[in-house]
């Protein structure tokens, strides 16, 4: 007889071995649950001949600048541009990813090669996949380039998998700030067919500018990527905000270094 | 008794090279019907002649639909080219969900290639008894597969597998430098005289055995099945085989094809009106 209560009810040490204390001590599998190095607003909007974006090249650790040469915007196969704001390192494995899919699909060599629509589905099911497992790759990705026939295409995909399209996208701080200016020139797909890259150009050189203003997160060198129609991608790297005029910070009272 | 000690499983070589389970499920393709396909520069048409196993039974189906841009017809073991249809269907609808894109003609092609290969080198397995006409159309164009039990996926222009399919070859080759500019419903009729040759000496195309399957440029993949071939039938007109009237030219040429390949000529094989063994290979 066992005179131990607590040994009751048990299976017998003698025959099954002594109770693994691993399996007492195990959690739910953890994740990731915060993202660290990230990167800030993707804008992009369509024009008459293709579609523009630009990222700055911040890489924040939280409040902090850490990295200043961040490159969010990458090309994937022969006509699209991929950006991501969000986590940098989840960045990082969804280009490793998009890279091997594209290296894979050119071995078959056979005339087909996946263009903006084929990319968008892919990472939308990445996405949604990820959030499924309570495991989010940390991002919001706009994917931008030309559609099956021809014509421009736009896409937003999320953390959580939402997806949309819409002539102009921006994510993050972008979405308040951004989004406005660009809709003065298109807001929906028809209006796109009257803007010139110039002015498109223009639209997001501006909206950099706005957003260096009012985000604490951003920096005010970026990236400006260009997919015309002809599948020509463009990238002019390094472009800083022009014109800015910082006299009105001197009235900003409340924060910063002033004594009132 | 004769015994062939090198065909007992499908990878072991013959002292002269030859895999002999490969070659017999390529025996297989050849108990089965016809079927035709051939490709113009928008469209591609397959066709085929449908058996009943016997007078009260139902005709089995030879042209199968994968997807809206893509379908097969089957010569040989109608099972085995049910399992790779159904492969074939799970791979269109992954390419629609994962990319948003029909799925290539030739990587799907290139894929039940590469299932069928691995039956050749792999112990404990058998081939496909299966041989199969892959048509469709994607944005590289129409295309026409024909898959063999060894492995081999071809582009053909033109091309006929099954029984007595040779004298639907011979028809394709006389005629193939028009197909290119012809529209589809001119496809679908030198199809249909490529099947025609094809058929038994007592026997003509009906609308209960002949199938049409029709894919291309702005046409999503059709079937014509029993009521739905009768306008084809009245458009060929004459059903029968042009065997009988063109026997001599016939002979002549088989003759010539024989001399040149040393592939065993199909005419001279009897095939039974009523096939009545239980285990006949049959599609």
């Known amino acids: 007889m066992d005179h131990m209560p ?105 005339g087909h090669n996946f263009r903006a629509p084929h990319i968008y589905e892919y990472l939308s099911r990445v996405m949604y996949n990820r959030r499924s497992k309570v495991d989010p790759l940390w ?5 931008a ?14 953390l959580l998998g939402i997806t949309y399209s819409s002539p102009c996208i921006a994510t993050g701080y972008g979405a308040y700030l951004a989004i406005p200016l660009l809709r003065k020139l298109v807001s929906e797909d028809e209006d796109a067919k009257n803007v010139t890259e110039e002015q498109a150009r223009a639209a997001i050189d501006e909206s950099m500018k706005v957003l260096f203003y009012r985000d604490a997160r951003s920096l005010d060198k970026y990236t400006v990527a260009t997919v015309t129609l002809d599948g020509n991608v463009k990238f002019d790297k390094d472009v800083r905000c022009q014109n800015m005029n910082w006299r009105f910070a001197e009235g900003i009272r409340g924060y910063g270094t002033q004594k009132q | 008794m004769f015994r062939n000690s090198y065909d007992n499983d499908s990878i072991t070589y013959s002292p002269t090279g030859r895999l002999f389970q490969v070659e017999y499920a390529l025996e297989a393709i050849k108990q089965g019907s016809a079927s035709v396909g051939l490709v113009s520069k928008t469209h591609v048409v397959i066709v085929a002649l449908k058996r009943n196993a016997e007078e009260l039974g139902s005709y089995q189906k030879k042209i199968i639909r994968i997807d809206n841009h893509l379908g097969i017809a089957l010569a040989g073991l109608a099972p085995d080219a049910r399992v790779l249809s159904n492969f074939m269907r ?82 394709l080759e006389r005629n193939f430098e028009s197909f290119p500019d012809c529209t589809a419903e001119e496809l679908v009729l030198h199809g249909l005289r490529a099947l025609r040759d094809t058929l038994a000496q007592d026997k003509e195309l009906l609308i209960q055995n002949t199938s049409i399957g029709l894919v291309g ?53 009897p095939v039974p009106d009523v096939p009545a063994e239980p285990i006949e290979t049959d599609d």
């Open chain 2, 90 to 171: 799970q791979q269109a609808m992954t390419s629609k969900m994962v990319y948003n894109k029909p799925i290539p003609v030739a990587r799907v092609a290139h894929e039940i290639g590469d299932k069928a290969q691995k039956n050749t080198q792999t112990y404990g397995r058998r081939p496909y008894g299966v041989g199969l006409l892959v048509a469709g159309y994607d944005e590289t164009g129409p295309h026409l597969f024909e898959f063999l039990p060894s492995g081999t996926v071809l582009e053909y222009f033109g091309a006929a597998i099954g029984a007595r399919s040779q004298s639907a070859r011979t028809y």
């Open chain 1, 139 to 143: 991002n919001a990705i706009l994917v």
């Open chain 2, 217 to 269: 440029l702005d046409t999503p993949f059709k079937l014509y099945d029993n009521e739905d071939v009768g306008e084809w039938l009245e458009k060929l007109g004459d059903v029968g085989s042009s065997r009988g009237r063109r026997q001599a030219e016939e002979a002549e040429a088989e003759a010539a094809a024989a001399a040149e390949t040393s592939a065993p000529a199909d005419e001279d094989i």
């Open chain 1, 145 to 158: 380039g030309k559609k099956d026939d021809g014509s421009p295409f736009l896409g937003y995909v999320d």
């Open chain 1, 6 to 110: 607590e040994n009751w009810g048990r299976p017998r040490s003698d025959v099954y071995g002594s109770y693994q204390h691993a399996i007492h001590s195990a959690g739910p599998q953890s994740h990731t649950q915060v993202p660290s190095i990230t990167g800030t607003s993707v804008i992009a909007m369509k024009f008459n001949n293709g579609v523009i974006l630009a990222a700055d090249n911040l890489g924040s650790y939280g409040s902090l600048a850490r990295f200043t040469d961040q490159e969010r915007l990458i090309k994937v196969g022969k006509e699209t541009v991929v950006g991501f704001s969000g986590d940098a390192s989840d960045m990082q494995y969804l280009e490793s990813m998009l890279e091997r899919l594209i290296i894979e699909d050119n071995y078959e060599q056979d």
